[in-house]
């Protein structure tokens, strides 16, 4: 599906230090939802693709500002954070929860995510891609993948409830390299 072509961020973006975040991650990630976001604009605008992921950290490890996140090796954002050295999670006010609901319930493979939702894709300067309506977004670097495995799970019963399907999750740990926010 063609994707609405992503333009450059405007100047009411400021780049912040990840220690400025404002609220509880866990609020914010598991109650307001989030979208991660990857892809390559220099091969092409519509080169990238967004999902809605609820599930996810931020926190520190390695001595580095990190997030956490999770991704379902059938979700085509798996295969965009896959093919590109950075990610985007973005923050958005409750006004944005029904359109974080569609990109959360349908796929960029058979929908064009911007046009159904009413979120517009904005490239920040480090070449990643966030979006207009968020109230903030951070830049990620890959620092480590890992696919779950299921037999490390101590809870056999959580295992089997969360993933009947065996699509166990890969986690990204991600470098947090800019908190950029919408003055
Ligand atoms: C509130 C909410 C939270 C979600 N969290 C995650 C998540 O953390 N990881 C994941 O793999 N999928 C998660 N999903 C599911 C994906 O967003 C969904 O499958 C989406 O359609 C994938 O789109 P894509 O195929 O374009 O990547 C969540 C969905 C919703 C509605």
Redesign the pocket.
Known sequence: MKQKAVIPADGSWVEKNIREFSGSPAARIGDG?TLITAGNVNIDTSNW????????GLGVLWGKDVSF????PQ????EFVNANPLYTVAFFDKSWKKA??I???????DID?AAETGLTPIVFKDGTIGFKEATDVISCRRLYDHDFDPAKFLDKDLRDTIYPDKDY?RMYVGEITTLWVKS
């Not at 996140?69 to 379902?72: G, S």
């Not at 990109?103 to 493979?109: D, M, Q, V």
Request: glycine share 14%; aromatic share 18%; no cysteine.
């Open positions: 939802w693709n967004t999902m809605t992921a609820s599930w996810g996140i999770f991704i379902r979700r085509y954002t798996f974080l609901g990109a959360g319930a349908k796929s960029g493979r995510k999750h």
